[in-house]
């Protein structure tokens, strides 16, 4: 089996499945190849992960210079969600598609948000309280896996995983449905 990340346009279509309807069940296989990556998985996660941890940093800068501290409500989310330090958290609104082509570099596909941190950027018009909480999941996740773990965690798990929703986004659907009830379009 190859594994390679996709262009964006490749990417996108490949994942459009995962993003909608119910995204098939992870196999014993798949579980056993998270586990233990194949050694071309680990050298393309090595290869990416430089400029991908970059692009993730500048932004989270973005994000966090530009953003909004969570209101009472999303702070209570956010606790509810195991976030330790919702007072760091900032939601950045944007119109442009950068925080999109981004997502789906990331293995994200067809969303409006994106966590890089602390930094959550949300696409105008996708401010919903699902989206919000499904992305103070991912601010947990970095909490407890720390910028690079997280990175090179998704990589991975979108390169053994290229034609179903990875598990990290799976927990993020889980625990922020739990918290703030069904998803929106996200929702599988």
């Not at 190859?2 to 490749?10: D, G, I, K």
């Not at 210079?65 to 209570?76: C, F, S, V």
Request: proline content about 7%; overall charge negative.
């Amino acid at each position: 089996m190859m594994y390679r990340l996709f262009p964006v346009a490749a990417l996108l279509a490949s994942l459009a499945a995962c993003t909608t309807g119910n995204p098939p069940p992870i196999t014993e296989a798949e579980r056993a190849l998270l586990a233990d990556p194949p050694r071309e998985v680990l050298d393309e996660v090595e290869a990416r992960l430089p400029e991908t941890l970059a692009m993730v940093e500048r932004m989270d800068a973005v994000a966090l210079a530009q953003g909004r501290p969570l209101t009472g409500a999303e702070i209570e989310t956010a606790r509810a969600l195991g976030v330790a330090h919702p007072e760091r958290v900032r939601v950045h609104t944007e119109a442009r598609r950068s925080a999109e082509i981004f997502a789906a570099l990331m293995g994200q596909g067809l969303i409006g948000g994106l966590t890089t941190g602390y930094g959550i950027t949300i696409k105008r018009g996708m401010e919903a309280d699902w989206l919000v909480a499904h992305e103070l999941v991912h601010v947990r996740q970095f909490e407890e896996l720390g910028r690079e773990g997280m990175v090179r965690r998704y990589l991975t798990e979108i390169l053994v995983l290229p034609d179903n929703l990875i598990p990290l986004e799976r927990e993020a659907i889980e625990a922020s449905e739990a918290v703030v009830g069904p998803n929106g379009p996200y929702a599988y």
